[in-house]
């Protein structure tokens, strides 16, 4: 059975970013080739169509290897929670709603390049934590360095 893996945008946007533009690419081919189940978000949807045309055609190209998940309630909810934890701040609550999305919906994996309030060190424990504290599981959080297959 193939993991769950939940993008936020900034790893779409890797793509044609110099800097994270080879492991973002590897990713998506591997996700192409069926290693890992595709998640994404309205959320995500919405951030999209600020991007350059690029992202968004690209964004779109891959739908057809995605499930897209709704916000709902459970996930109004969790995200509060993280906000009210301090994880991070207000202005920037779509991260932690990147986070509720990827719970609730049974992904074992988030992967971004947001390395200021996703995948940072002190950020990972205290949104594991939060998850135990209101009865979800802890989530992993990398990048996608750490989660394409090398053969």
């Known amino acids: 059975m193939n993991q769950r893996i939940y993008l936020d945008t900034s790893v779409y946007g890797g793509v044609f970013d110099s800097e994270f533009t080879k492991p973002s ?3 998506f081919e591997q996700i192409r080739n069926g290693y ?7 959320v ?9 045309t ?12 995605a499930d897209i998940i709704e916000v709902d309630e459970r996930v109004l909810h969790l995200r509060a929670a993280y906000l009210k ?37 002190e950020k990972i424990p205290l949104y594991n934590a939060v998850n135990i504290l209101q ?10 360095l750490e989660v394409i297959k090398y053969e």
């Not at 995500?44 to 350059?52: D, Y």
């Not at 968004?56 to 190209?61: A, N, S, Y």
């Not at 932690?96 to 200021?116: D, E, M, P, R």
């Open 25 to 27: 690419e590897i990713l």
């Open 36 to 42: 890992f189940d595709l998640i994404s978000s309205a």
């Open 44 to 52: 995500v949807q919405e951030e999209i169509m600020a991007a350059p």
């Open 54 to 65: 690029e992202v968004i055609k690209f964004f779109e190209e891959m739908l057809d290897y």
């Open 85 to 121: 934890a301090k994880i991070i701040s207000p202005r920037y609550s779509d991260d932690a709603l990147h986070g509720a999305l990827a719970t609730l919906s049974n992904c074992q994996i988030i992967v971004s390049w947001n390395f200021k309030h996703i995948v940072h060190f």
């Open 135 to 144: 009865g979800y599981q802890p989530i992993s959080i990398y990048s996608p």
